[in-house]
């Protein structure tokens, strides 16, 4: 009789025995290696699960409890004024100055999440537009010394501009 691996009744006892073939040196070289591709794959397999799992879970975690980052950006204005008859020049610097100061104020209260202030002022004299200063802070500058002399970058050819603009209204 053929030599199966299944359960066989062996007429000289009544009882059912597992009647196995002799493994023989290549079958046990088979078995031991598909075991061994069997076990690898599965090892891979919950290795790239725990990962995926794992990384997961580190980002749930950090959204969860980390705030997002604010976005900060930049405010700019453009500040316009018109030269009064016989103002000088100091005068004209003075309310730029001041012009530009409140400017960077009302922009940092105005909003929590700008950072830096642009504001570039210009002055109308006799249809002419002059630029006269620029002024860019950041928060943390402009918490610390709050004045406009500090940060503002002055046209020097602004005077010269403003005052051939003066002397050729007079004629």
């Known amino acids: 009789m053929w030599s199966t691996r ?3 009744h062996n007429p000289s006892s009544d009882s059912y025995s597992m009647q196995r073939p002799r ?9 031991r ?31 969860l409890i980390a705030p997002q980052a604010s976005q900060a950006y ?29 400017g960077a104020q009302r922009s940092f209260n105005d909003d929590l999440l700008t950072t830096i202030v ?27 010394h709050p004045e406009t002399y500090f940060w503002a970058a002055y046209y020097p050819t602004a005077k010269t501009l403003l005052n051939a603009s003066l002397t050729i209204s007079r004629r």
């Open 6 to 8: 299944y359960l066989t």
């Open 118 to 144: 642009s504001i570039n002022v210009v002055v109308e004299s006799e249809g002419i537009t002059i630029p006269i200063l620029a002024l860019q802070v950041n928060r943390e500058q402009w918490r610390s």
């Open 74 to 102: 930049t405010s700019r204005l453009d500040l316009f004024l018109a030269r009064e008859a016989e103002e000088n020049y100091e005068a004209l610097v003075h309310r730029a100055e001041i012009a530009a100061k409140s």
């Open 23 to 31: 493994p023989t040196k290549r079958s046990i070289y088979r078995r």
């Open 33 to 63: 290696r598909r075991s061994l591709k069997r076990s690898l794959g599965h090892s891979i397999l919950s290795a790239g699960l725990a990962a995926v799992l794992g990384g997961t879970g580190v980002w749930i975690t950090e959204a």
